[in-house]
């Protein structure tokens, strides 16, 4: 069972224009989801529809294996989110801040240093929100995300704009809130370099499609698949002309021989034969295969 599945989720705000068009998410149960596209992908839009911020046009949610529709009021007592900025009140500490929303939810004060305790907060104080870095309102919004105690927590990019600090305690708090809690993460960037230390299964959205969803090792695997092997030669036609059999769409790609990924046997075999037809093999190596590259090819650049 997904802890969260969207079937053929489709949206169109009163522009016209087809938002998502087809976003079929599925998020296991325990998992830290990322939710990757450019800005204007979708991401915002489907995490709206998924907590119920928008009207469905289109599609099906399910939560918790039940459908949204149907349970709306259960599901969001057990899901916690941060889409956009919170509202925080300067003026009050991190403790009075909670302190109001722990009567519209009705949980216990001690709930209140628990969440502290748990975003790394307790020792803050009398300190205003006023005085609190970037990093520790990102903190705080966590705390309030977590102050009714979800089990799936729906996070928008909330590392925007947190200093390379900030990335990693953000990393750590999550990690922890999914390894010792329990907790469901689906979190959404538009880095994969950020978030590729934290997350466990990976969807990618571009112009309101998925273009992949799997594993964190899956898309590792294409990354192999899509990686490329290139050669510097001193006679690259030459070259070009003896690899016909052995690597028929290898083509040359800026002063150098690119050839889609082989296996290391391979590449000495066309390494050997090079050399023995008198080639001379200047450089070798592999390019292409890094995750980022790949977000990129997937959405088109
Ligand atoms: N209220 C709205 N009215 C009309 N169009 C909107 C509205 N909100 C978003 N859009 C459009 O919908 C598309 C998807 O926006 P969305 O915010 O969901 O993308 P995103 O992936 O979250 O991007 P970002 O990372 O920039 O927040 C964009 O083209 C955006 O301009």
């Not at 169109?12 to 087809?18: E, G, H, K, L, P």
């Not at 600090?165 to 390894?179: A, Q, S, W």
């Not at 998925?210 to 036609?237: I, P």
């Amino acid at each position: 069972m997904y802890c969260l599945e969207t079937k053929d989720i489709f949206h169109r705000y009163s522009n016209d224009d087809v938002v998502l068009d087809g976003i079929s998410l599925q998020v296991p149960q325990g998992s830290i989801y990322g939710f990757l596209g450019p800005n204007g992908a979708g991401k915002t839009t489907t995490l709206r529809l998924i907590l119920g911020l928008l009207r469905k046009q289109r599609g099906a949610i399910s939560i918790f294996g039940k459908s949204f529709d149907a349970h709306r009021t259960e599901i969001l007592r057990n899901v916690g989110s941060l889409i956009e900025s919170p509202s925080l009140y300067d003026h009050l500490t991190a403790t009075e801040n909670l302190a109001l929303l722990q009567k519209i939810y009705r949980v216990s004060r001690e709930r209140i240093d628990k969440v502290l305790e748990l975003v790394g907060l307790s020792g803050t104080g009398h300190k205003k929100i006023s005085q609190f870095s970037l990093g520790m309102k990102q903190r705080l919004s966590i705390a309030v995300a977590l102050l009714h105690g979800p089990s799936l927590l729906v996070l928008d990019e909330p590392t925007n704009g947190l200093d390379p600090n900030g990335i990693v305690e953000m990393r750590d708090l999550l990690k922890r809130l999914n390894r010792e809690d329990g907790i469901t993460i689906v979190i959404s960037s538009h880095l994969l370099s950020e978030i590729e230390k934290l997350v466990t299964h990976v969807g990618i959205v571009h112009g309101g499609r998925m273009m992949f969803q799997g594993t964190l090792d899956e898309l590792r695997l294409k990354r192999q698949q899509m990686a490329a092997v290139t050669l510097g030669t001193n006679d690259d036609r030459q070259a070009l002309h003896i690899l016909s059999e052995d690597a028929p769409n290898a083509r040359i790609v800026d002063g150098r021989i690119v050839m889609p990924a082989m296996s290391n046997e391979q590449i000495a075999g066309i390494n050997r034969r090079l050399v023995e037809r008198g080639v001379d093999v200047h450089a070798l190596g592999i390019a292409g295969g890094d995750l980022e590259t790949i977000f990129m090819d997937l959405v088109g650049r």
